[in-house]
């Protein structure tokens, strides 16, 4: 089992929509959490960071983090066309030295 | 502002040939990561650097060695190449387990 699961979808939205996606994770000692924009064959582009529980918003971006039910969300509102990508949400222990992915998220806004 | 480098950019190889990865990361970050990611898969951690030192390993092929230099570059060196090695090869580098910004990869293709 992976540390960190994330619902695959596909996911398709009409324009404007308001996008959530989740992760779940495993393990206690995850204190930094991330979301990434993926663009096929191109790297991951960091949007989100957030370091232990709260929420954090960043223009039409929102990242929420529940410790408690190890379960973290991105939301994006006013969704685009541009924002078809793959996101991959990650995270990382106090103690750590790899980030730890989810498997990624494939979103389409349709115009 | 600066980014992470990675060189080259595309890279063909034949089967049992070596390969050498090359990663610029962000200045005055201290911790470089390698992570190969296949056609549709999560990035997989390889290996980790902090300050020049080895910090982790993950699923890094025997076949496969890193290290981090003075200037702070690190080298994915691979030798006795697999088809199955080909994939997006990504360098990130982070202050200490801040966010990790990634590179644009080098796409690594066995033949």
């Known amino acids: 089992q992976k540390e960190v699961e994330q619902d695959p979808g596909p996911l398709s939205v009409p324009e404007g929509a308001i996008v959530s996606l989740n992760c779940t994770y495993s393990?206690?000692?995850?204190?930094?959490f991330m979301w990434y924009r993926q663009y096929s064959r191109k790297g991951p582009e960091l949007l989100m960071y957030?370091?232990?529980?709260g929420n954090k918003e960043d223009g039409r971006f929102t990242a929420q983090v529940d410790k408690s039910s190890k379960y973290i969300s991105l939301f994006i509102r006013d969704s685009q066309p541009s924002d078809s990508a793959t996101y991959l949400c990650a995270m990382i222990a106090n103690t750590g030295n790899q980030f730890y992915f989810g498997t990624g998220t494939s979103l389409t806004v349709i115009p | 502002a600066a980014g992470v480098i990675q060189s080259p950019r595309h890279l063909i190889k034949e089967k049992r040939e070596t390969a050498t990865l090359k990663c610029y990361p962000i200045p005055r970050h201290d911790t470089v990561y390698w992570y190969q990611q296949g056609p549709g898969q999560d990035p997989q951690f390889l290996i980790s650097f902090y300050e020049k030192m080895q910090s982790d390993k993950g699923s890094i092929p025997d076949r496969f060695s890193a290290q981090q230099f003075s200037d702070y570059h690190s080298e994915l060196n691979m030798s006795s190449l697999e088809l199955g090695d080909s994939a997006l090869y990504f360098c990130?580098?982070?202050?200490?387990?801040?966010?990790?910004?990634f590179g644009p990869g080098t796409r690594l293709t066995v033949l």
């Open positions: 957030t370091y232990s529980s």
């Open positions: 990130a580098s982070s202050q200490r387990r801040a966010a990790g910004i």
């Open positions: 393990n206690s000692a995850f204190q930094y």
